[in-house]
């Protein structure tokens, strides 16, 4: 069981920039990725950057590569979304995930195993 509590969020102007949080707890030794998803009103749950704590260079969506960025403090055991230049599409409820299955695509909800409770970002124009 993993348990993830998210934290950061809230509004801002576009260009602004917000920082998401999420400490794992629970038996996270055996975690593929920890990752974000986002999803908008009406819109599908949504990848938007996941980290591989065995290796490999983090998966970031193309919508938001060259302005977010994610990051895993190892001895906290904390999740990171750098979220720089801010745009009113970003605007969604972000969710922090974990995908306990090796090579599954990070980019699809239903690898998810285990979710935050999420946090709303709101980009004003």
């Known amino acids: 069981q993993v348990h993830l509590v998210e934290s950061g969020g809230g509004s801002v102007q576009a260009g602004g920039s917000l920082r998401l949080s999420c400490a794992a707890s629970g038996d996270t030794s055996s975690t593929y990725f920890l990752g974000w998803f986002r999803q908008a009103p009406g819109k599908e749950r949504e990848g938007v950057a996941a980290f591989y704590p065995g290796g490999g260079s983090p998966y970031l969506a193309d919508s938001v590569k060259g302005r977010f960025t994610i990051s895993l403090d190892r001895a906290k055991n904390a999740l990171s979304l750098q979220m720089n230049s801010l745009k009113p599409d970003d605007t969604a409820m972000y969710y922090c995930?974990?995908?306990?299955?090796?090579?599954?695509?990070?980019?699809?909800?239903?690898?998810?195993?285990?979710w935050g409770q999420g946090t709303q970002v709101t980009v004003s124009s």
């Open positions: 995930a974990a995908a306990m299955t090796p090579s599954v695509d990070p980019r699809d909800p239903n690898n998810v195993d285990y």
